[in-house]
């Protein structure tokens, strides 16, 4: 058996507490780009399918065009919105690009911080260990895990519970919005 240093509680504590905020820290990066962000993708599809759901009722294009009409109107607007659908993927490639060159650089800053992180709690490890300070390295990782576990349960039943099935957005208010958009945009464009 190696003998060391006495206890210090203090020193003690601060690495227990550090190894628990770095083992949060990982599980939570990780967690985040595995699990979170397609919680969140698929709320947001959720979420416009809700409103697509709510506005299309309201398109009611029998008060506008003349009875026996209704297809051509029909096939005019779905013909529109496909045209519209397309120049949006189109218009938009350089920005989803931007988007996703920003979010990887994003990942990987997060993992690089987690490396560093790591590290960090190594190093300080390697420091007490050659210092002969008597850290009770195992009993503070198992205490740190149990922390984590429960971290990450109450991560998981709080996204699957709540965050997932919560509305950002009220349906009413973003189709009124649309509806606006729309006029206002016809107005700007076609006048008459």
Not at 44 to 59: A, G, K, L, R
Not at 160 to 185: A, L, M
Request: proline share 4%.
């Amino acid at each position: 058996m190696r003998e060391c240093i006495p206890k210090n509680p203090i020193i003690n504590k601060i690495f227990k507490l550090f190894l628990q905020v770095v083992l949060i820290f990982i599980f939570l990066t990780i967690f985040f780009f595995t699990y979170v962000d397609n919680v969140e993708k698929e709320s947001f599809t959720t979420q416009m399918n809700i409103i697509v759901d709510d506005i299309v009722p309201d398109i009611n294009i029998h008060e506008i065009v003349p009875p026996g009409q209704e297809d051509t109107a029909i096939f005019i607007l779905d013909g529109s919105m496909e045209v519209a659908r397309n120049n949006a993927l189109n218009d938009s490639k350089e920005e989803d690009k931007y988007i996703n060159d920003q979010n990887i650089a994003i990942r990987n800053k997060a993992f690089i911080l987690l490396g560093i992180v790591l590290g960090i709690l190594l190093l300080v490890s390697l420091i007490l260990y050659l210092t002969k300070h008597c850290i009770p390295f195992q009993i503070h990782i198992q205490d740190a895990l149990i922390v984590v576990i429960f971290v990450a349960i109450t991560e998981m039943l709080f996204l699957t519970i709540i965050t997932k099935n919560y509305w950002s957005v009220d349906p009413g208010q973003v189709r009124s919005q649309i509806g606006k958009s729309i006029q206002k945009w016809i107005k700007e464009n076609h006048p008459q």
